[in-house]
């Protein structure tokens, strides 16, 4: 799979034949660096769903009717949070979330049908990456459910892997680490990631997903607004 090409770039013809036939969307380098359209354009050739949504409100409301009479886990997400779908959600199916109750809820949360996450980065390409401390979150992205839903900030959005990775690595875990109070140096010095080897690291793992899993929908929904860190 080959990442976006931006044209002002000399690019051997052979090479832009290979991309094409990949699905990959090319571009001009005069395009606005967020062309939401663009990402979910290659988040579909890579076999995602995705749609775009104009803000929180409309994203919930997409959610509320697409999820029914269900069993729903939820990953440790300040978008989720943010945008109330637990409330929302609880009101007609069976959801887990162990912000929301006890650490069980960590272990029902992955055997449900559904599984919402957003995601710590998420490159033009197409490409979903998240780091975990404990796991369950990004488990539960790769295998155990019918469905799988991130809900994505336009804040989440890098132009390209190595950038979505850099954000996921020393924006969005530094703040994750603050808002738990960790004793990190990234919370401490509130600036960036020290690839610390504290007791109470909270980047463990990292899982990028350059498609869907195998027997699971899943399906990413942009926000044209900022959701979550
Ligand atoms: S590895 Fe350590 S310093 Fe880096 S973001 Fe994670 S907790 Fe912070």
């Not at 939401?36 to 509320?64: H, M, Q, W």
């Not at 957003?118 to 979150?137: H, K, P």
């Not at 869907?212 to 926000?223: D, Y």
Request: aromatic share 6%; charged share 25%.
């Amino acid at each position: 799979m080959f990442d976006i090409v931006n044209l002002d770039k000399p690019v051997q013809p052979e090479l832009l034949d290979s991309i094409r036939r990949e699905g990959i969307v090319i571009y001009d380098a005069e395009d606005e660096i967020m062309n939401l359209e663009r990402v979910r354009d290659n988040l579909r050739a890579r076999g995602f769903r995705a749609e775009i949504f104009d803000d929180g409100k409309a994203v919930s409301e997409y959610l509320n009717a697409a999820i029914d009479g269900t069993t729903v886990g939820f990953g440790g997400s300040v978008t989720l949070k943010e945008l109330g779908l637990y409330d929302t959600l609880s009101a007609h199916n069976d959801v887990h979330w162990h912000w929301a109750g006890d650490n069980e809820e960590r272990d029902r949360a992955s055997s449900t049908e559904v599984y919402l996450s957003s995601a710590n980065g998420l490159s033009e390409g197409g490409e979903l990456v998240n780091i975990d401390g404990t796991g369950n979150r990004v488990a539960a992205t790769l295998y155990g459910h019918k469905r799988v839903y991130f809900v994505v900030g336009r804040n989440k959005i890098a132009p390209d892997y190595e950038q979505a990775l850099w954000r996921a690595r020393n924006i969005a875990a530094p703040k994750n680490a603050q808002r738990l109070g960790m004793k990190t140096p990234c919370a401490l010095l509130a600036d960036h990631c020290h690839d610390c080897r504290s007791p109470e690291r909270i980047c463990r793992g990292l899982v990028v997903l350059w498609g869907p899993m195998m027997g699971t929908e899943t399906e990413v929904l942009l926000v044209r607004e900022n959701l979550g860190l």
